[in-house]
């Protein structure tokens, strides 16, 4: 069995005993009403396929992604609060629009909600698993989680997981090859001297400001993954 096979065996055992785990978890989208009804707005939507997908939470969602990369027919799938389990569930209204590439970025708030690194690692490499079962042509980008910076006014405090944000993009990074996706390092694209989230991109050193996207978007272009 190859080193891939091995990996992807060892993903379909964890997310299978995730299932059993969770009760230990406060798995549930921090935003639990918006979430469903994002999904049912999702669902009314034609299926249109072989297009590019934005797959997240609500840095994600808050991005206007057909404005900032100029395509009309980009798909935005971020829904505010959500995490790692909520991805997961809803995996397959996804799935059915074969995207030509999405791009992930997912974790934060269940950094929020005090679930453990492994087991954010654990899922994200399950959506990795599911998307390249799924729809094998589908080019995958894993983004980076984002720098925080919690000197910034109305930070929310349960966010302030530097610690914890830097762990997992190293294992984002560490099996990019491995499971055949491409991470995208934006984490260090944000910094400031201080190693935090740049005040100029950010309203409260969580989330991004029109500027924040601006840049996001610049370089998406500059490393060619659009």
Known sequence: MTAMKKLLVLVGMVAGLNAFSQVSYDTIPNLPEHYTQRLEKFKKEPIVTGKVLFLGNSITEGGNWRRLLKDSSVINRGISGDNTFGVLHRLDEIMKRKPSKIFLLIGVNDLSRNISNDVIIENIFAIVSRIRTSSPSTKLFVHSLLPVNPGIKNFPSRFAKQENILEINGQ???????????????????LDKKNLLDEQFTPDGLHLNANGYVRWAEYLKKGKYL
Do not use: M, Q
């Open 172 to 190: 984002l990074k560490k099996y990019s090859e491995v499971l055949k996706y491409s991470y995208v390092d934006i984490h260090s694209y944000f």
